[in-house]
T-cell receptor, first 108, second 111 residues
Framework: DAKTTQPNSMESNEEEPVHLPCNHS???????IHWYRQLPSQGPEYVIH???SNVNNRMASLAIAEDRKSSTLILHRATLRDAAVYYC?????????FGAGTILRVKS | DSGVTQTPKHLITATGQRVTLRCSPR?????VYWYQQSLDQGLQFLIQ???????AKGNILERFSAQQFPDLHSELNLSSLELGDSALYFC??????????FGPGTRLTVL
């Protein structure tokens, strides 16, 4: 399984943008980049995914490097509700392989 | 609320026992996945079913088995339980083998 590398933790102020990086240098051409998050005491929640182009949805934006070896999840205005563990995952058609993720702390 | 339901919410049992965890996927989702989350191992994929058939297998122990029924609900059976099986067990469903919607989980405690 192709591996992703994320910082252990990040901190943000409320109402400010947050950029969560992910490195995936061994990504293959058919791997999609998926982001999930897990709020305390809840199951993981799908955030966004992409293949080559940048993607936007109501929750976040995903910026994918041209060589696809890295990507960045962008939360445009962090709220206290966004405090969670964020997982960057390479998906190739069936199982999701979760790494340790990034713990995002949001300060008011 | 993801639309995926799991029962029971909590389960406490003893070593050597057998338990069954149940998952009802979102309406219309054909794929069901099972994951285990423990403190030392993180979230690990166990097994996937698609429309009643096993599709992919992960780090699932031989003591564990699963099935998906014609109404698409799924059950995860854990037998000869050990202390190390204590964990959160999540079920997820997917409409088209893409984004997955996770249930609230079943917390299993083996004493």
């Amino acid at each position: 399984d192709a591996k992703t590398t994320q910082p252990n933790s990040m901190e943000s102020n409320e109402e400010e943008p947050v950029h969560l990086p992910c490195n995936h240098s061994t990504i293959s051409g058919t791997d999609y980049i998926h982001w999930y998050r897990q709020l305390p005491s809840q199951g993981p929640e799908y955030v966004i995914h992409g293949l080559t182009s940048n993607v936007n949805n109501r929750m976040a934006s995903l910026a994918i490097a041209e060589d696809r070896k890295s990507s960045t999840l962008i939360l445009h205005r962090a709220t206290l509700r966004d405090a969670a563990v964020y997982y960057c995952i390479l998906w190739n058609g069936n199982k999701l392989v979760f790494g340790a993720g990034t713990i995002l702390r949001v300060k008011s | 609320d993801s639309g995926v339901t799991q029962t029971p919410k909590h389960l406490i049992t003893a070593t050597g026992q057998r338990v069954t965890l149940r998952c009802s996927p979102r309406s219309g989702d054909l794929s069901v996945y099972w994951y285990q989350q423990s403190l030392d191992q993180g979230l690990q994929f166990l097994i996937q079913y698609y429309n009643g058939e096993e599709r992919a297998k992960g780090n699932i122990l031989e003591r564990f088995s699963a099935q998906q029924f014609p109404d698409l609900h799924s059950e995860l059976n854990l037998s000869s339980l050990e202390l190390g099986d204590s964990a959160l067990y999540f079920c997820a469903s997917s409409p088209r083998n893409n984004e997955q919607f996770f249930g609230p989980g079943t917390r299993l405690t083996v004493l």
